[in-house]
T-cell receptor
Framework: ETGVTQSPTHLIKTRGQQVTLRCSSQ?????VSWYQQALGQGPQFIFQ???????GRGNFPPRFSGLQFPNYSSELNVNALELDDSALYLC???????????FGPGTRLTVL | AQSVTQPDIHITVSEGASLELRCNYS??????LFWYVQSPGQGLQLLLK??????LVQGIKGFEAEFKRSQSSFNLRKPSVHWSDAAEYFC????????????FGQGTTLQVKP
């Protein structure tokens, strides 16, 4: 059974640029949730995708957007990057939107 | 609003000593509760979860947690800590009565002295 994978591992961008982060869900899972973890903080829920539709969103601006593909992998897109977007971005997969979430290793984004 | 509080930001224990990490939550109904562990620069690993039933739940790596509704707590315990347990520990509650959106506490950093 393959666990949750994320790419890239690290990323450096400059303010104003756009970034795309990728996540492959655990085998058999059809739901992906994204979280932002700033340094020294707990993860904050960004949004969830279930069967290719957004299924809940946290308190993040519209420049944070996502996609889920038919194979249940997912992308997180962030436009007009700001310095405060520097964080570890975690994705988690689960089954049917309500099961236990299993996390990937994360993507460390640095915005200069 | 739902929230999770981990009162201890940093805890240091000696190897072989017992451990208790505190977690208090704010939620009106029966919550779904989780403990995750995070090693430096890594993702989150699920230690244990409480959905319903027996209020004492067993997890991996010898951890257990007890759900106490009257105290709105879900404290994590381990009888004998190993050096490899040094990490960041997060308590989380499933928001809005499901596990689709997790609300996390700020985390407790555990340091283990030899």
């Amino acid at each position: 059974e393959t666990g949750v994978t994320q790419s890239p591992t690290h990323l450096i961008k400059t303010r104003g640029q756009q970034v795309t982060l990728r996540c492959s869900s655990q085998s058999g899972h059809n739901t992906v949730s994204w979280y932002q973890q700033a340094l020294g903080q707990g993860p904050q829920f960004i949004f969830q995708y279930y069967r290719e539709e957004e299924n809940g969103r946290g308190n993040f601006p519209p420049r944070f957007s996502g996609l889920q593909f038919p194979n249940y992998s997912s992308e997180l897109n962030v436009n007009a990057l700001e310095l405060d977007d520097s964080a570890l971005y975690l994705c988690a997969s689960s089954l049917e939107g309500v099961g236990t979430q299993y996390f990937g290793p994360g993507t460390r984004l640095t915005v200069l | 609003a739902q929230s999770v509080t981990q009162p201890d930001i940093h805890i240091t224990v000696s190897e072989g000593a017992s451990l208790e990490l505190r977690c208090n939550y704010s939620y009106g109904a029966t919550p779904y509760l989780f403990w995750y562990v995070q090693s430096p620069g890594q993702g989150l690993q699920l230690l244990l979860k409480y959905f319903s039933g027996d209020t004492l739940v067993q997890g991996i790596k010898g951890f257990e947690a007890e759900f106490k509704r009257s105290q709105s707590s879900f404290n994590l315990r381990k009888p004998s800590v190993h050096w490899s347990d040094a990490a960041e520990y997060f308590c989380a509650v499933g928001a809005d009565g499901n596990t689709g959106k997790l609300i996390f506490g700020q985390g407790t950093t555990l340091q283990v002295k030899p």
